[in-house]
């Protein structure tokens, strides 16, 4: 039973990756396109899988691969202005980022995870 501000992001990124997912269907890019948006998505559901098994290396990739996604994030909104898209992605990432960064969140995963 872990905290729910450790719950809370491995849905969201299980959530994220299925977005990414849903929108490589819809869009139907290059392949290169197709390519990053799989990577993309495993890169969301590698670490979720690992915080939700107590793996420390889950919670630090999991930290690292969310504070990417919520800088390029906010470099997308830079250079292309603010969309309820942009907005949505601003919300996610910034949630993921701030409950992996809560105080229970690095107190559990420092005691309980191998």
Do not use: C
């Not at 905290?3 to 869009?27: C, D, R, S």
């Not at 919300?91 to 105080?103: Q, S």
């Amino acid at each position: 039973m872990q905290p729910q501000t450790l719950q809370l992001p491995v849905i969201l990124m299980y959530i994220n990756a299925g977005f990414t997912l849903l929108g490589l269907i819809a869009n139907r890019g290059s392949s290169v396109v197709v390519m990053l948006a799989i990577i993309i998505a495993l890169s969301e559901v590698l670490p979720a899988w690992g915080i939700a098994n107590d793996r420390k290396w889950g919670y630090y990739l999991g930290l690292g691969i969310t504070s990417l996604y919520l800088i390029l994030v906010i470099m997308a909104i830079v250079v292309s202005g603010m969309t309820f898209i942009s907005i949505l992605s601003l919300m996610f990432a910034g949630a993921m980022v701030a409950l992996l960064l809560h105080r229970e969140s690095r107190e559990y995963q420092r005691m309980w995870f191998r």
